[in-house]
């Protein structure tokens, strides 16, 4: 009994005899009480094993322990190397960094770690503070940076591709947790529209998403002034649609019960339970069982000394009934802890003062300075007197310190949070709301003045931001000047880190400084300032203001050269917003004053006698004479080179299809004129384009292989996709096989993205489905790119190229059998309502190319499905359009399928005038094959085999089965499974309907086969169906195949396979079966 009663308070006191100091309570424990089944429900979630991303939501009121609960969830996985785990956290004020919240969570990433290599290359590209994120400092002003890739696109766009990219690259290496704290105080929706995007996509399968939000309603304005609420409430609704997917769980956080509450108590006081549950039971009560206002309240007990630790009795003593009655529970936590900091030395007041303006995380060497030099009371405040403030500070539950690793040094830097935002919160509101905005004032120009050439970006942005809370008292012209100089140079300092929203707030202060005297006091700063934030406005997608201001410089600037960047950025808006005739007026307007007028030069007797005018200088000219054209120096001639080719989209997707070929006249005659320039290898490879359309292939070939060239030596990577697109869609294709064109397509798709050419890259992208599709490559994966580019084309409003991509991918899910009614028809998962898409008056103006497409599929599909009344329909809407419309992917197709088509209708109508029509589609893919289109050679002998049914007699029953035997082989050896497949179709019901139906079925049956091996299990059905064939035939896949963007396996696969060499296994052994059986004399 004496040992039982002394052990317990020796093991407080050797308890108390650990800390700091005896009888001190530790407040800064991060120890979880009451939430184990919320920590297991996260494990769980963290071991998911099932495909595709998932997210949990944390939500509950401030102050529950919502971060303290994640973050202790997390502790088994911030040690596993197996697992990234990125974190993140909102400040309630902003800090000044760009992209702060981005670069805490890759900051956190280990940068010993080599597999992050690649996955972190592309993001330095477009964020160049993230060099040294790790130290939370950017780059020196004096070193030049070049204005972000981005900036010569689409914006802010690009860098949501690239940042979901980046994390995708991480989720292929490893699983990938991303926790982002404090998303109520998220002000930029495009933060929620990534996390979207994230777990919108499929192939993010090792991507798990942790979001904390505060519940409880009211107004979410942050403690500082000049900010409005709309934007957050934006995003919590944004956040709200996130929470409905079907990936996402949301776990309710609520207050503690009293009996959790009690062993908080206990543990904290280091009492046992049952001594604290009448002091527990009054401080639920007051509480209301919220487990940071808790803590709070009990610090408050211990300084007015209600809560008092007893040396006699080695313990902490209380009277609960004196608490009761001489306590009243506070307002809000905020006014509790308010009251906290006032009793605090004034010394650690000022420090926290400081830090609350500078943000959530802040440099305790820069507050220092800070408060030193603090007018009326500021403190000499030494090293030492600092880390006693601070830490103090740390043992109130205050602040908490945060070690850092700089790369340079190899050494540790301390920063320091709060360890709350409601902390940070009352630590700012114990400024008097009156001196808010002179003390901001004040810590800017303190700030400013700590500057100089060495400091960092971030000093200057945190000194603008502070200058900026306090600009209305600035009284002096030259201060107010000077500030709006400062906030224009913040600006590009955040659009070289791609953060444009922000960037776009300094070019809006900058302007209200500057006043309505702007253009007439400060012309050049005004429009520099002017054009930046029309710039921005573009990337950001705020339209209508970016075109105001666009009107304003072209109205008010004093000459041509000022005009310049506004004329492009216009052109560039009104064609992101499909406003294709605006955007070709603009252009045209601009092109003028450069003296070159391109307006009413259409109709085809003008651009045929320039295309022809122009020929001789190639006829003339050697390659090597064309590659050494010298660059020229005429600024006009570039500017109006580069106008004419942001013109192009415009006037394609509008059909002006003479206005389109004139202004690639004029760019190549601008070029051999007057030399060429960094887009000589786009300007080649347009007019290759161009020169196939026309019938001139070997020209086309021999320009765009210059072109290439070109852009390896002299090409600005901004155009590169551009010519490539243009070579490989128009000319490529036509000279080698689709195998070829594959991966070049993917590279071409990439680098658009990289430089922000959204509509050339989205060109590609569905140039590569399309060749994949007519390369014979199974559908499945097909289908699974298509999906894929699709939700990039949503995202980034690419409708026409959208449109023509989901042609393409039903028609691929009709082939599989996933059609919802006849798969003849092009209706069903991929696209809803096709034909009131293409005659609503929306889509009246620049959706004719879909138009086009529209026909081709649906040529194909109804002709698969044999509905000969459709098919016959969709010919005659395909004969409409001309050939020179077509891309040379359909080029090639189309004559195919249209014969086929006339030769079935000849057979049973009985009419001639459709053989005749017939007879016409083989002698185009004749003259095609004489111009060297290799693709086009296994088509055309289906083609003639089929037209040969025609008129076959009982004696050449046996030479017509040869010629599709041949053409079958043909297919095989070349790769093109579904040419197979529709060539033993052919043959036989050929076969049938001369009476032999052992052949008829053989080849039936060999071509379900090769239907199952393209993946068009709808397709081969429809054979069993119809002839009764019931085959069992197994679904030969080639295996599981990946996203073409996800990696190259599928090719590394086929190459083995043979495919690349013109080999399709499969159609291989059925070939060299039925050629074997023809040496017996048997047939085949």
Known sequence: QTIVSIHRPIHHLSIRMSCRQLGNIDYSSQKLFGRRSEVELLKTLYKNEEKGPVAAFVRGPSGSGKSLLINHSLRNVKNNEEVFLLSGKFDQFHSGEAFSVLVEAVSGLSQDDTTTAEANSAILQIIPSLQNASTMQSSSPGKSQDEPAVMRGWGFEMLKMLLRDYLKKLCLLRKTILFLDNLQWCDDKSYIDLISSLLNDPEMENLIFVGGIRSEGGSRRRADFNTSCT??????????????????????????DIETCNLLVSDLLHLEPESTKELTQVLHKKTDGNAFFLIQFIQMLERSDLLCYSLPHIAWTFDVKKIESETSLADNVVDAVVGKIKELPAKAQDILKVAA???????????????NNLPNGGFDICKDSMR????????????????????????????????????????????????????????????????DDSSSQLTLLVATRQMNRGRFLIEDPNEKLLLANLNLVAAKTLMKDSAFFPASDFVDISLELYGEQGWTDHYDFYLETLTTGAKLDYSCGKAERCQLRVKEIIVRAKTLNDTIPAYFTLVDMHSLKRNYEQALSVGYDFLKQLGVDVTKRGGLVNV?????????????????ELLSIPMTDDENVVLAIKMLQSLLSSAYWLRRDYEYGYMVITMMKLTIKNGTTS?????????????????????????????????????????????????????????????????????????????????????????????????????????????????????????????????????????????SGSPARLEGGAIENIDEHLQSEHTATGFTRTKQVYATVSLQLTYYFRDSQMSLKAAELNESFKESDWPAFHALANPFFRALVWIEAARTHRKRHYARKA????????????????????????????????????????DCKAAFDEAGSVCARSGFTQGAALTYELSGRFMLRCDDEDWGLHYLKQSAELYHEWGADGKANQLDLEFDLFSKVAHKRRGKMGSGIRGRARFQEADQAGIHKGRNDL?????????GSSEDGSGG
């Open 231 to 256: 934007s957050f409430d934006s995003c919590l609704a944004a956040v709200d649609q996130l929470e409905d997917m079907a990936c996402s769980t949301t776990l309710n956080i609520n207050q503690l």
């Open 919 to 958: 007879r016409i589609c083989i002698q185009k893919m004749e003259k095609g094959m004489k111009q060297g289109m290799v693709n086009l050679f296994h088509m055309l002998l289906i083609a003639k085999a089929e037209y040969w049914t025609l008129t076959c007699k009982s004696s050449q029953v046996q």
């Open 608 to 624: 045929a006698y320039a295309f022809l005018s122009i020929l001789p200088e190639f006829k003339k000219r050697t390659d090597n």
């Open 679 to 819: 887009m000589g290898g786009a300007v080649f490879s347009i007019f290759a384009g161009l020169c196939a359309a026309m019938g001139k292939f070997e020209l086309a070939k021999r320009l765009g292989g210059l072109g290439q060239e070109l852009d390896g030596s002299i090409g600005d990577k901004a155009y590169r996709c551009k010519s490539m697109m243009h070579y490989l869609v128009f000319v490529g294709t036509t000279k080698s096989t689709y195998y070829k064109s594959l991966d070049l397509l993917l590279e071409a798709h990439r680098i658009g993205m990289e430089v922000g050419d959204l509509d050339h890259s989205s060109l590609c992208s569905y140039g590569y489905v399309v060749a994949y599709y007519l390369a014979g490559l199974p559908l499945e994966s097909m289908a699974k790119d298509a999906t894929m580019f699709s939700l990039r084309m949503v995202e980034y409003g690419q409708w026409q190229t959208l449109m023509c991509l989901k042609l393409y991918h039903q028609c691929a899910l009709n082939l599989m059998g996933k059609a």
């Open 388 to 451: 006693e403030m601070l830490e103090l500070c740390t043992r109130q539950g205050l602040v908490s310190a945060v070690s850092v690793k700089l790369e340079e040094s190899n050494s540790n830097q301390e920063f320091f949070t709060f360890a709350h935002d409601k902390i940070q919160q009352a630590s700012y509101l114990t400024i008097e709301s009156t001196e808010r905005p002179s003390f901001h004032l004040m810590l800017g120009r303190m700030l400013k003045g700590m500057t």
């Open 1067 to 1075: 159609a291989w052994s059925i070939a060299s079966s039925d050629a």
């Open 357 to 371: 303006c500078l943000g959530g995380r802040f440099d305790p060497l820069m507050v220092r300075e800070l408060v």
